[in-house]
């Protein structure tokens, strides 16, 4: 009997050591695959980490402020513009925010390399 409540007891504290851990690391990575999915979608035209195979401009090592603002003047009609107005239309500020925050530190962060 004894050691079965001491059984419980050990594992509730270890279930719940656990999710102390993990918790704000699983809510992290949520926010984290929530941007670099949103942010995946512009790879098809502006390449792969935004480095542009072609002749569409790339946005690699661009700041966040930089793609922020290109992406609200896109969306607004402030910025001329023959794909990224109709493209961007679909975005709330705050995911405009989660994209431009995501392109601003690939650059130093994930790949390395300075500005
Ligand atoms: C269908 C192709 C396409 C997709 C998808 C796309 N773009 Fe673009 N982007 C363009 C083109 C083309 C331009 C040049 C402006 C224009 O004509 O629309 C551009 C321009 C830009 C510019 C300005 C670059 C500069 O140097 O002036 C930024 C910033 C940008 N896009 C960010 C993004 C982001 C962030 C996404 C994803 C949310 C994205 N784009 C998705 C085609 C695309």
Redesign the pocket.
């Known amino acids: 009997m004894k050691s079965c409540n001491l059984n419980k007891r050990l594992r509730s504290c270890l279930i719940g050591t656990a999710c102390a851990v993990l918790l704000p690391v699983i809510a992290q990575a949520d926010e984290l695959s929530r941007a670099a999915m949103?942010?995946y979608?512009?790879a098809?035209?502006?390449g792969t980490n935004g480095i542009s195979p072609g002749s569409?401009?790339?946005?690699y090592c661009?700041t966040a402020d930089?793609?922020e603002k290109?992406?609200k003047e896109?969306r607004d009609g402030t910025r001329?513009?023959?794909?990224?107005?109709r493209?961007?239309k679909g975005?709330t500020d705050d995911e405009i925010q989660l994209?431009?925050g995501f392109?601003g530190t690939y650059c130093n962060e994930k790949i390395g390399i300075k500005k």
């Open positions: 949103l942010s979608t512009c098809g035209c502006h569409i401009p790339s946005i661009k930089t793609i290109a992406l896109y001329f513009s023959t794909v990224m107005g493209h961007v975005y994209i431009a392109f």
